[in-house]
C-alpha cells in the first residue's frame, strides 16, 4: 500500500517537532554541564539507604529527597513527621547532611537541623517545618571547581506561612551563610536579619541569592519589607518595615571655608 504524500502543513508540524526536540536536547546539555547535581529517584533510594548503613553513617528517617554532587558528595534531606492523620503530614523538625564518600569512609561535610517554634505563651506556635526544594539550589556558581549549596526551608504558624519563618542558608567552601526571615500578618511583624558575612561571599552567589528571595516573594510564599533589595545593595543586615529602606541619600554641601560636606536629606 502506497503511503500518502505529507502536505505543506505536515511538514511544517514535523520542522517543528524537531526543532523543539533539539533545542530541548540542548538546554538539557547546558544544564547539566552547569550543574551536574543528580537528584536519586525514589526506586533508587533503598540503595543508597544500605550504602549509607554500611559506611555506619547516621540518619533520622524518613528521608525525603537524596542529591548526588560531583566528587562522591551526597545531600540527603529528612523530614520527620510527628502528625500523619491530616490531609498534610505536618513534620516537628527536619535535618540535613551533606557528606562525601571515599574510599569505602565517609566525612561530614556540614549539617543543619532546625525545629518548629511552639510557645503559646506570645502567641507563636508553628504546625510544621520542610524543605522548600522547588528552591534548593546546588552548582558551581562562582566557577571556582567546588559546589556551593543553597538550601531553603520553612515553617508554617496558625496563619499558614503568613505567620512563618522562612531560612535561607548558603554553604561555601563548607561554611555557612544565613538569611532568616520572619513573615507576619501584620507589616511591622516582618522582619529580615542577614548575616553580615553573607556579603562576603562571591558576587555571583549574592546576586543568585536575590534573585531566588524575587521568585519566594513573586510565588507569594514570603513578604519581604518596601526596599529590601535597595537594603542588601546597602549591606544592611536587618531590614524591617520600621526602617527606612533603602537609607536616606546624601548630598553634598560647601560650608563657610569653601569644604564639600555631607548632608543628610
Sequence with gaps: MMRAPMNRLDRKKIRFIRD??????????EVFSDNQTRFIEDDSVPYFIN???QI????????????????SVYVILTEPPYDTTGSAILNDS???????????KYSQ???????????????????????????????DFDRDGETDFIIVYGTKG????????????????????????????LDFERQTQIDNSFYSLPKSIQESVIDLIESIIQDGNAIFATGWKESFECKRTLITETIQNPPPKKAKKKNQNGQYI????
Design 109 to 139: 561535610k556540614w549539617v543543619l537541623k532546625d525545629y518548629i517554634v511552639r510557645n503559646p505563651n506570645n502567641g507563636v506556635e508553628e504546625r510544621s517545618i520542610w524543605f522548600w526544594s522547588k528552591y534548593i539550589q546546588i552548582k
Design 262 to 265: 555631607l548632608q543628610q536629606r
Design 158 to 185: 496558625l496563619n499558614g506561612i503568613d505567620d512563618g519563618r522562612l531560612k535561607i542558608l548558603i554553604f561555601h567552601k563548607d561554611q555557612k551563610f544565613a538569611i532568616r526571615h520572619l513573615n507576619g500578618v
Design 94 to 104: 527536619i535535618q540535613a547532611f551533606c557528606i562525601r564518600i571515599t574510599g569505602g
Design 56 to 71: 555506619s553513617f547516621k540518619y533520622i528517617y524518613p528521608i525525603y529527597r537524596i542529591y548526588e554532587v560531583p566528587k
Design 20 to 29: 523543539f526536540l533539539f533545542t530541548m536536547f540542548c538546554f538539557s546539555l
Design 51 to 53: 550504602k549509607f548503613k
